[in-house]
């Protein structure tokens, strides 16, 4: 899959929900590689921020991100308009906003979505890198109970599970198997508050925006008649007899587990904080912003440590290329064919595989008495799976051969030695042209980098 990014800019305004600001938001195409990005264009300089987990500095009513160089330099209430731009398969973002928060508009990201479906969404050159759960990841607050649990799956879905001790808001589950759902089923879900919380935000000078346009507002505590046509007056509320407790909005609820299906919404706006799109199930059992970006943040620690996931390999599955096929492209021969299959390729990425024998020639000088894989036929077979996908782009490839010009940054991180299967992964850098390629290759053992190397190979005509 293609990175993407909006086929044009579009705009969005309405009040912050805790500064009460009137507040203009402009999303932008972006360049490959971009990601999302906020640029608060009302201070001087238009500085910006990258929006990823490590740049969170507080989850209270929302997630708030800040640039490291300068804390001013923040936006709040991010995560309605992340969680539209991740479920429509953006990439690549960058988004003007001239105020400390996003605005409000109805607590939902409905706007944000039918804006992105309004100017459509373009593809671009470069590959989408995917975040691929190979095993089970889990984050859990202690003091709560809550967590959140991350296992494998060929695609994304979420299971949220919410509980709150409420006579009104009880037990309630939503889930999301499909993101191409998203706008119908989760996006126009709305925020929601308890009156009891709303005193201690407002003191805390927090949802000078908030009104009953912008939220669920739920009365689930009874309260002195006086108090609650108080608090009724200070958030420009109709007066409600303090016995009859529920929902105080006007409107209905959309669904009748809204609340889940938003903390749903919420979860997949922090989720978007990774930087890459995921591939895994998540189950979510009282979800809040705190230990969603506390996920978003283990992964992306993952991402920094090895910036790059081993292939998936599957040995049951039919190669792409067998070392039959492989044989027809590649001149080389025993001893020097070290290549077994080739099981992925497009026009600019290639996954190969070596299964190293103890039976391998090499073994019996390297070293005999503990055999070890020598790095520089590492490098020989990651070159010949590059010399693959270079010679998968003539006519005729059975005359043609690769010969390597250079070989750069090549890092050897562990051994390899009989029993292991490596799985070469190459990239071209940058498009073939007149007949030279260069690439990026890595080499794995299970989901360990074991060597690297950067190479540039030319086509060149048999004789």
């Given at each position: 899959m293609k990175q993407r990014t909006l086929k044009?800019?579009?705009?969005?305004?309405?009040?912050?929900?805790?500064?009460g600001l009137q507040i203009e938001t402009t999303f932008?195409?972006?360049?490959?590689?971009?990601?999302?990005?906020?640029?608060?264009?009302?201070l001087d300089g238009s500085p910006t921020v990258e929006a990823v987990a490590e740049h969170v500095i507080e989850t209270?009513?929302?997630?708030?991100?800040?640039?490291?160089?300068?804390?001013?330099?923040?936006?709040?209430?991010?995560?309605?308009?992340?969680?539209?731009?991740?479920?429509?398969?953006?990439?690549?973002c960058l988004i003007d906003v001239n105020a400390p928060e996003l605005?409000?508009?109805?607590?939902?990201?409905?706007?944000?979505?039918?804006?992105?479906?309004?100017?459509?969404?373009?593809?671009?050159?470069?590959?989408?890198?995917?975040?691929?759960?190979?095993?089970r990841i889990k984050v859990v607050d202690e003091n709560t109970g809550s967590s959140l649990i991350v296992l494998p799956d060929d695609d994304f879905a979420?299971?949220?599970?919410?509980?709150?001790?409420?006579?009104?808001?009880?037990?309630?589950?939503?889930?999301l198997s499909n993101l191409a759902h998203f706008?119908?089923?989760?996006?126009?879900?709305?925020?929601?508050?308890?009156?009891?919380?709303v005193m201690p935000l407002l003191q805390m000078n927090l949802i000078k925006g908030g009104d009953l346009d912008n939220a669920i507002v739920i009365y689930d505590t009874a309260m002195p008649q006086e108090e609650l046509d108080k608090l009724a007056d200070v958030m420009h509320l109709p007066h409600k007899p303090a016995g009859e407790l529920g929902f105080l909005n006007n409107k209905p609820l959309k669904f009748r587990n809204e609340p889940a299906r938003h903390k749903l919404l919420d979860l997949l706006g922090d989720l978007a904080l990774i930087g890459r799109p995921l591939k895994g199930r998540i189950v979510a059992t009282r979800p809040g912003h705190s230990l969603n970006t506390q996920l978003s943040k283990k992964i992306r620690q993952e991402l920094r440590r090895q910036n790059v996931q081993a292939p998936t390999y599957d040995p049951s599955c039919e190669p792409l290329l067998d070392v039959n096929k492989i044989r027809k492209l590649l001149p080389h021969r025993f001893p020097m064919q070290m290549v077994d299959k080739i099981i992925e390729m497009s026009s600019d990425h290639i996954v190969g595989v070596k299964c190293v024998s103890v039976n391998e020639p090499f073994f019996q000088?390297?070293?005999?008495?503990?055999?070890?894989?020598?790095?520089?036929?590492?490098?020989?077979?990651?070159?010949?799976?590059?010399?693959?996908?270079?010679?998968?782009?003539?006519?005729?490839?059975?005359?043609?051969?690769?010969?390597?010009?250079k070989i750069d940054n090549v890092k050897f991180r562990q051994k390899v030695v009989p029993g292991d299967t490596i799985v070469f992964h190459l990239q071209l850098l940058t498009p073939i042209?007149?007949?030279?390629?260069?690439?990026?290759?890595?080499?794995?053992?299970?989901?360990?980098?074991?060597?690297?190397?950067?190479?540039?190979?030319?086509?060149?005509?048999?004789?």
């Open positions: 044009q800019a579009f705009t969005v305004a309405g009040k912050g929900l805790h500064t932008q195409p972006a360049e490959v590689g971009t990601g999302y990005v906020f640029r608060r264009v009302d209270q009513r929302g997630t708030v991100i800040a640039s490291r160089a300068n804390k001013d330099v923040r936006v709040s209430t991010i995560e309605h308009a992340m969680a539209a731009l991740y479920a429509a398969g953006i990439d690549n605005p409000i508009l109805d607590g939902s990201a409905i706007c944000f979505a039918e804006k992105i479906d309004e100017v459509g969404v373009v593809e671009q050159e470069a590959e989408k890198d995917f975040y691929v759960v190979k095993q979420i299971d949220t599970m919410i509980e709150f001790d409420s006579p009104v808001l009880g037990n309630q589950f939503a889930s706008k119908q089923e989760i996006a126009a879900c709305r925020t929601f508050v308890f009156v009891r919380e000088g390297h070293f005999p008495d503990e055999p070890v894989m020598p790095g520089v036929l590492q490098v020989e077979a990651m070159a010949q799976v590059g010399g693959i996908l270079v010679l998968s782009s003539v006519d005729e490839p059975e005359r043609y051969s690769t010969y390597f010009l042209r007149r007949g030279t390629a260069v690439m990026k290759g890595y080499a794995f053992v299970g989901e360990k980098v074991v060597s690297e190397a950067e190479f540039m190979a030319q086509i060149v005509k048999n004789k």
